[in-house]
């Protein structure tokens, strides 16, 4: 695919940060970490521009990327609800207030989405064998705990997602959340089947803010790469958003410039493409 996106910007702000979602763009769907990704991150550091990731996972599940890429920024996890340093130290955390988590389960279960929390260090769900647990687990390498109910689990809770291979129940309950909770969380899906629900300050777009006063940057120096609805916040609030290849049109739309996808090793092309030749 060839897109007036896709040509190489003829002039762009320096770049000193680069910003990276994981599922569905730093990894492939199988969720590996290719060298050919391994090998860009090392190329932005020699450029002298730092690399970050955020995503909807948990902390401990991108542990596992901190050695290869040689990670020394924060990592926010949870869409930016829970921020550690790479030996995952908690530098920040923001929960869900403690009287909406009953509400979003109930409305997660209207629309039939399974219902899992983190909370803490643990990722709790209601059903071992339920839809998508057997890989995520495989995804984030920790096993969930079973919860009966949600007694005892209501506060400190990072991250609530609704579950369904039902896309379109997962598209109508994220609006309904909208609706009914409106600056009180942020909701979005991280992929077709999860909706994530976080705190109103936990998004990917004041991941960005807080990268750039933590850099002392503008964040017209940070650039910013993703796949899903929940990364357009933080298109929208760098100098420099690439979407994937693999996005759907709306994202794309959202983005100043398309890649190819993550099957593809679009991530490792948009460092070369549009990011290094930023600092020439």
Do not use: C
């Not at 599922?23 to 290719?34: E, F, I, P, S, Y």
């Not at 920024?73 to 909406?100: H, S, W």
């Not at 039939?112 to 339920?130: A, I």
Request: charged letters at 20%.
């Amino acid at each position: 695919m060839t897109t007036s996106q896709e040509s190489t910007p003829a002039t762009e702000a320096p770049i000193r940060l680069f910003l990276a979602d994981v599922d569905g763009t730093l990894v492939t769907q199988d969720k590996v970490l290719t060298d050919d990704a391994i090998e860009a991150v090392h190329q932005l550091g020699e450029a002298g521009i730092l690399f970050a990731i955020t995503s909807g996972r948990p902390p401990r599940g991108m542990e596992m990327l901190v050695e290869p890429l040689g990670l020394q920024t924060p990592v926010a996890a949870f869409n930016g609800g829970l921020i550690v340093k790479p030996d995952m130290t908690v530098v920040e955390r923001r929960t869900l207030p403690e009287p909406l988590v009953l509400p979003i389960a109930q409305l997660m279960t209207s629309f039939k989405l399974s219902v899992w929390l983190y909370r803490g260090t643990e990722w709790y769900v209601p059903d071992l064998n339920g839809p998508h647990v057997a890989r995520e687990a495989w995804t984030v390498k920790f096993q969930p705990t079973l919860m009966s109910g949600f007694d005892g689990l209501t506060g400190d809770v990072a991250k609530m997602v609704g579950v369904s291979d039902d896309h379109d129940a997962v598209s109508r309950a994220s609006a309904a959340a909208h609706d009914q909770f409106g600056d009180h969380v942020t909701a979005a899906p991280s992929q077709p089947y999860y909706l994530d629900v976080t705190h109103p300050d936990a998004n990917k777009g004041k991941v960005v803010q807080y990268l750039a006063e933590h850099y002392h940057l503008s964040t017209d120096e940070i650039a910013t790469i993703g796949d899903q609805p929940n990364d357009v916040l933080m298109f929208a609030h760098s100098g420099l958003s690439i979407a994937m290849g693999n996005a759907d049109p709306q994202v794309q739309r959202s983005a100043r410039r398309v890649t190819g996808s993550n099957e593809d090793n679009g991530f490792a092309a948009a460092v070369r493409r549009f990011v290094l030749p930023t600092r020439n």
